[in-house]
C-alpha cells in the first residue's frame, strides 16, 4: 500500500494527508448538521457527535485493510463514514428512515456496514468488546489473516466486560486491537474521577497484553501506531491496546451541554489545538493553496446537504413490516401456532408485519 | 482435524439413552456434520463437562473446537455472539443458568438485538445451552428457573426438552437454526432414560408442542421437568378414573398454543406447571393465553402450579415444602376439576 510505503519514510505523501483531510472536514460537517437535524427534530433519540476526534477516527480507520473488521460503541458517525458508509445511509438511518443503513431500525447507535466489515455501533458501555473477541476469534477459526479493531471510550474501561475481552484475547492470542478513545469524559465523570489508574492503556498489561499511548489529535501518530498494531494483530495474532487521547468538543450527546462537569476556558483551549487545523496546516506546509483546501470544506458542505436532503425524501420504513428481520427468514412457520390468544393488537403489528419473513 | 464419522442408521432407529447422552449425541453429529460448529465454555474440554453433557468430545473434535474457558460468561457467551455474526455456529455451554445472569447484558442487550437492532443486515445463529431445576439442596442461588425471562424477550428463540428424544432434536434444531436460541436442560433430568432417534438428520422442530399423554377430563401444560412430574400426576389421577392430557411445550419462544388451546378445548378444563416461579413466569404466560384464546371453553378458572415464590432453602423438608411436588400438582388438579 501506498500509504504503508510513505509512513516508512516518515512522511505522508500530501494525496493521502489530503485525502484524510476531507474525510475529517466530512465528519465534523456531518455532526455539525447532525446536531442542527437533531434540534430541527428530524432525528431523535439519542445523537452522540465526536467533533474533535477526528483525527483519532480517521487515522484508526485508514490503517485498516479492507477486508479487516471494525466495531465500536455508540459514538460511531465518524467511524462508519470514514469506513466509506455514504453520508447518505448515515444521515437516512438518524432521520429513521428505509434507506438508512440499518433500515431506520437502528438510529445513531447502531450504524453498520457489513459489506465494508463494519459490524456495528453499539450502545451498551463495554458490550460490544466480548462481540468483538468473537469475531476476532472467528477470523481466527476461519484461517484468515485479517484482524478486529474495536473502539472503546474511556468509561467502558472500568467495567467487567472490558477485563473479560482483554483476557480471552491474550489468552487466545486473538488478532484484535482495542482501541480506547480517551475523550477525557465518560458522559460527565473524567477519567481521573473514575479510573485509578488513568493512564487507561496500563492496564493491558494486567493481561500481558501490548498497551501503548498516542496523541489522538495527531493524525500521523494514530495512523502510524494503528497501523503498526493491527499489523502485529494480522502477523502474529498479537492483541493489543491502543489508547488515544482526545477531546469531545460537544458535550456527550446532544441533549448534554458539556458545562456542567467542565469549563468554557477547558474546551475553548482543547479547540485552540484542533486536529482539522493541525492537518490544514501541514498541508499548507506542503504546498496545498487555501483554494484548494476551501474546495474541501465546500465539497464537505455539499455531500452533507445532499445527505440531508436524500434521508428527507427516503421513505419511513413500512408498518406493516415492523417484525420483520427480528427472526431469519424461514422462522414464520415456528411461530404459525403462537397467535391464538396473543395481547391485543399483537397479530396485526407483529405476526402480520413480516416476523420470520 | 475433525475425523469423526457418524454411523449410518437404520430409518427409523431408536436407542434407549439418557438426557445427557441424547445431547451429548446431537453435538456429536453436529460437530462431525458442520466445521463452523464449537462448542464453547466452562469445563466443556479437559474435565469433560461440570454435568459431563461434553465428555469425550474433546479427544473426539480436538481443543479448537471443545473451547475450555475462563470463568467469564459474560465475556464468551458475547464471544459466541461474534463469531455467530461472521457465521460461526457457536454452542456456548453455561454450566447453570443461575450463571447465565453474568452474561444477561449479552444475551438480551446483543445476542436477542442483532437481527432487529441492524435491520437484517446480520444474524446471530448462536446456541446457548444450560440447565436449570432444583431438588438437590443447592440453595438459593443454584435452583433457579429462569427459563421466562428469557422466553420474554423478542429476538430470541427458548426451547425446554423435557425428554432425551427432544434433548437431541431440539438441540439438533437449534444448532441448525438461523437465530439465538437458548436451550434450557434440566439437572434432575439429565439422568432420565429414553427412546432417542439415531438419524442424524432428525430434528425435533422449533415451535411445536407435543401431546405426550391423552385425556379427556383435564388439560396439564407443562415443560422440562414439570412433564415428568405432570405425568406421574396424570397416572395417579387414572387410578382414580381421572383422565389428564399432558401438554409438553417444548418451545417457549415461540410457543405453540395452538396444541394447547385445542387440547383445552376438548377437557374444557387447564392447569399450568412449571418449576419456576409462578408471577410473571412461564405458566402466568400461558394462563393469560388459554383465557382469552379458549374463553368459552373453560368450566373452570385456569389453575396455576410453580416454585413457592421465596429464594429456595437449604433445608431438605423446606426445600421440598417449596417444590412444586406431585401433591401439590394433585391439589391443584382437584381444585381445577371441582373434586
Known amino acids: 500500500m501506498a500509504v504503508a510505503h510513505a509512513a516508512e519514510e516518515g512522511a505522508l505523501p500530501v494525496d493521502v494527508r489530503m485525502r484524510l483531510y476531507e474525510e475529517m472536514v466530512l465528519s465534523r460537517v456531518f455532526e455539525t448538521e447532525a446536531e442542527r437535524q437533531y434540534k430541527a427534530a428530524k432525528i431523535g433519540g439519542y445523537c452522540h457527535l465526536s467533533s474533535g476526534q477526528e483525527a483519532t477516527t480517521v487515522g484508526v480507520v485508514e490503517a485498516l485493510e479492507p477486508d479487516d473488521l471494525l466495531v465500536t460503541g455508540y459514538r460511531c458517525h465518524g467511524f462508519a463514514l470514514a469506513r466509506g458508509v455514504s453520508p447518505e445511509a448515515v444521515m437516512a438511518e438518524l432521520f429513521g428512515r428505509s434507506d438508512g443503513c440499518a433500515h431506520g431500525r437502528g438510529g445513531s447507535m447502531h450504524l453498520l456496514d457489513v459489506g465494508r466489515g463494519f459490524y456495528g455501533g453499539w450502545g451498551i458501555v463495554a458490550g460490544q468488546l466480548p462481540v468483538a473477541t468473537g469475531l476476532a476469534l472467528a477470523l481466527v477459526r476461519q484461517g484468515r489473516s485479517q484482524a478486529v479493531v474495536c473502539e472503546l471510550g474511556d468509561g467502558a474501561v472500568n467495567m467487567g466486560a472490558w477485563h473479560e475481552s482483554l483476557n480471552l484475547a491474550a489468552l487466545w492470542h486473538l488478532p484484535i486491537v482495542f482501541l480506547i478513545v480517551n475523550n477525557e469524559y465518560g458522559m460527565g465523570t473524567s477519567v481521573g474521577r473514575a479510573s485509578a489508574e488513568p493512564e487507561l492503556w496500563r492496564r493491558a498489561g494486567a493481561h500481558r497484553m501490548h498497551g501503548e499511548r498516542v496523541d489522538g489529535d495527531d493524525l500521523d501518530a494514530v495512523l502510524e501506531a494503528s497501523r503498526r498494531l493491527l499489523q502485529g494483530a494480522r502477523d502474529e495474532r498479537r492483541p493489543a491496546v491502543l489508547e488515544a487521547v482526545t477531546y469531545r468538543y460537544r458535550g456527550h450527546s446532544v441533549a448534554d451541554a458539556g458545562l456542567a462537569y467542565r469549563t468554557r476556558e477547558e474546551i475553548a483551549e482543547r479547540r485552540s489545538s484542533d486536529p482539522l487545523v493541525r492537518v490544514r496546516e501541514q498541508l499548507r506546509d506542503a504546498g496545498v493553496s487555501e483554494a484548494e483546501l476551501e474546495d474541501v470544506d465546500r465539497r464537505a458542505d455539499e455531500r452533507v446537504r445532499a445527505a440531508v436532503e436524500f434521508a428527507d425524501a427516503s421513505p419511513e420504513p413500512d408498518v406493516s413490516r415492523l417484525a420483520a428481520a427480528m427472526y431469519a427468514p424461514g422462522s414464520a412457520e415456528q411461530f404459525e401456532r403462537m397467535r391464538p390468544g396473543s395481547a391485543f393488537g399483537e397479530e396485526q403489528l407483529v405476526f402480520d408485519a413480516g416476523l420470520g419473513s | ?339
Open chain 2, 1 to 339: 482435524m475433525t475425523t469423526a464419522t457418524v454411523t449410518p442408521t437404520t430409518p427409523g432407529a431408536t436407542e434407549v439413552m439418557t438426557y445427557r447422552e441424547a445431547l451429548r449425541l446431537a453435538m456429536r453429529e453436529e460437530l462431525a456434520r458442520d466445521e463452523r460448529v464449537f462448542i464453547m465454555g466452562e469445563e466443556v474440554g479437559l474435565f469433560e463437562g461440570s454435568y459431563k453433557v461434553t465428555a469425550g468430545l474433546m479427544d473426539e473434535f480436538g481443543p479448537d473446537r471443545v473451547r475450555d474457558t475462563p470463568i467469564s460468561e459474560e465475556g464468551f457467551v458475547g464471544a459466541g455472539v461474534g463469531a455467530a455474526m461472521l457465521g460461526e455456529r457457536p454452542i456456548v455451554e453455561i454450566m447453570t443458568i443461575n450463571f447465565l445472569l453474568v452474561a444477561m447484558d449479552q444475551v438480551i442487550n446483543h445476542a436477542a438485538k442483532v437481527g432487529a437492532m441492524f435491520g437484517g443486515e446480520v444474524r446471530c445463529p448462536l446456541v446457548i445451552r444450560t440447565p436449570g431445576g432444583a431438588g438437590n439442596q443447592l440453595t438459593a442461588q443454584h435452583s433457579q428457573s429462569l427459563e421466562g425471562w428469557f422466553a420474554s424477550t423478542p429476538g430470541l428463540k427458548v426451547v425446554a426438552p423435557a425428554n432425551p428424544a427432544d434433548a437431541k432434536g431440539l438441540l439438533k434444531a437449534a444448532v441448525r437454526d438461523e437465530d439465538p436460541v437458548l436451550v434450557v436442560e434440566n439437572l434432575p433430568l439429565y439422568k432420565q432414560k429414553g427412546e432417542v432417534p439415531l438419524d442424524p438428520e432428525h430434528v425435533t422442530p422449533i415451535g411445536r408442542a407435543q401431546v405426550v399423554r391423552e385425556g379427556s377430563d383435564l388439560t396439564i401444560v407443562a415443560h422440562s421437568y414439570a412433564v415428568t412430574r405432570s405425568l406421574e400426576v396424570a397416572g395417579q389421577l387414572a387410578e382414580e378414573g381421572i383422565s389428564a392430557e399432558v401438554v409438553d411445550l417444548r418451545s417457549l419462544r415461540p410457543l405453540d398454543v395452538e396444541t394447547v388451546a385445542a387440547s383445552v378445548a376438548r377437557t374444557n378444563r387447564a392447569l399450568c406447571v412449571e418449576e419456576g416461579w409462578p408471577s410473571y413466569g412461564v405458566t402466568a404466560e400461558i394462563a393469560a393465553r388459554i383465557g382469552k384464546a379458549c374463553f368459552d371453553d373453560l368450566d373452570a378458572p385456569v389453575e396455576r402450579v410453580g416454585m413457592a415464590e421465596v429464594p429456595l432453602p437449604y433445608a431438605k423438608n423446606l426445600e421440598l415444602a417449596a417444590m412444586p411436588g406431585s401433591e401439590r400438582i394433585t391439589a391443584a388438579a382437584r381444585s381445577v376439576l371441582n373434586r
